[in-house]
Each structure stands twice: as structure tokens, then as C-alpha cells.
């Protein structure tokens, strides 16, 4: 199965991060960015496929998280209002789950399972 998740973790409440738009891009020959998918995460923070019906093809993606519009509901500020995490896939690959670990001053990412 062909597939790209994602998964939210609100380090400063100890909860998923809900309700946090989703984007889900990959880079064309020109360099030029194609939206292929938007999305929010569910209530455990989670957007279980953000890759529409096509195949999953070597290149390079590129997840963008609103972070703004989430803390901006939290009435909380925060020093990124979007994190964008970009990642190659080679040839042969077929899932990647790429969670964020995120609080309103800092965040990380890793390849997930």
C-alpha cells in the first residue's frame, strides 16, 4: 500500500495536536511545488493518508503543518506559524509516516513506522 501519514503530539499539553491543516506537495522537474492533498488532523492528531490515489513516485514531498491557526485556537503564542517538513522518497519506497513533535517554540520530526 501506497501511503503518507502523519502524526501531531502537542508537547506542552501532553495531547495530539486536532484540528491542525494539513498539506501534502512534491516538487516537479521545473522545481515548482504541486499540491497533491490537504487535510486536518483527526482527534488523536493523526492524518492517517494524505496521499491521494496515485502511486507513490520517487521525488521529493513536502508536509506543511498550519501551526498558526493552531495556536491561534489555543490563544497561545507561538514562534513558527508553519512548519514544513521535506523529504525524499527513493525508488521502491511505498510508506512513510512522518511524525511532529510540536510545542508553540520548537518542534522535531523523524522518519516514523
Known amino acids: 500500500m501506497n501511503r503518507i501519514s502523519t502524526h501531531i503530539l502537542d508537547l506542552m499539553r ?5 484540528a491542525v491543516p494539513v498539506r501534502l506537495e ?6 515548482a511545488w504541486r499540491l497533491l492533498n490537504s487535510s486536518h488532523t483527526d482527534q488523536d ?4 493518508q494524505l496521499l491521494p490515489g496515485d502511486p507513490l513516485q520517487a521525488g521529493v514531498y513536502k508536509l506543511s503543518f498550519d501551526t498558526a491557526t ?11 506559524p508553519v512548519v514544513e517538513v521535506t523529504f525524499l522518497v527513493r525508488d521502491g519506497e511505498s510508506e512513510f509516516h512522518i511524525p511532529l513533535l510540536l510545542s508553540a517554540n520548537g518542534y522535531t520530526t ?3 513506522s
Open 14 to 18: 501532553g495531547t495530539p495536536a486536532k
Open 26 to 31: 512534491r516538487q516537479d522537474a521545473s522545481g
Open 70 to 80: 493552531y495556536f491561534r485556537e489555543l490563544e497561545i503564542s507561538a514562534l513558527y
Open 110 to 112: 523523524y522518519r516514523g
Open 45 to 48: 492528531g493523526r492524518c492517517g
